[in-house]
Nanobody, 115 residues
Framework: QVQLVESGGGLVQAGGSLRLSCAAS????????MGWYRRAPGKQRELVAMITVFNRTNYGDSVKGRFTISRDNAKNTINLQMNSLKPDDTGVYYC?????????WGRGTQVTVSS
């Protein structure tokens, strides 16, 4: 299975921006769809954005219009540009296959949005 390493998280004030990156251990070209998941405090992990091999994207209602997912098959990376961040965006962010994740989760990257 592909190994995934997330980075780019941090502490930001509400209204700010962050850019997350996910580096895959092998080519993602053949993977139909990849996504970013979020585990908010006290909640289950949820899929917030996904992108197919044809670069079709889909977003959760809570992030639509604020987050942008992209993939770079040459660099084996999946990125998530997060703008207009809200305190409710706080959580640990993971990347994985989508919409069905495989069992190999990375450590994630913590995003904390202060009000």
């Amino acid at each position: 299975q592909v190994q995934l390493v997330e980075s780019g998280g941090g502490l930001v004030q509400a209204g700010g921006s962050l850019r997350l990156s996910c580096a895959a251990s092998r080519s993602i070209f053949s993977i139909n769809a990849m996504g970013w998941y979020r585990r908010a405090p006290g909640k289950q992990r949820e899929l917030v954005a996904m992108i197919t091999v044809f670069n079709r994207t889909n977003y959760g209602d809570s992030v639509k219009g604020r987050f942008t997912i992209s993939r770079d098959n040459a660099k084996n990376t999946i990125n998530l540009q997060m703008n207009s961040l809200k305190p409710d965006d706080t959580g640990v962010y993971y990347c994985n296959t989508a919409p069905i994740p495989n069992n190999s989760w990375g450590r994630g990257t913590q995003v904390t949005v202060s009000s």
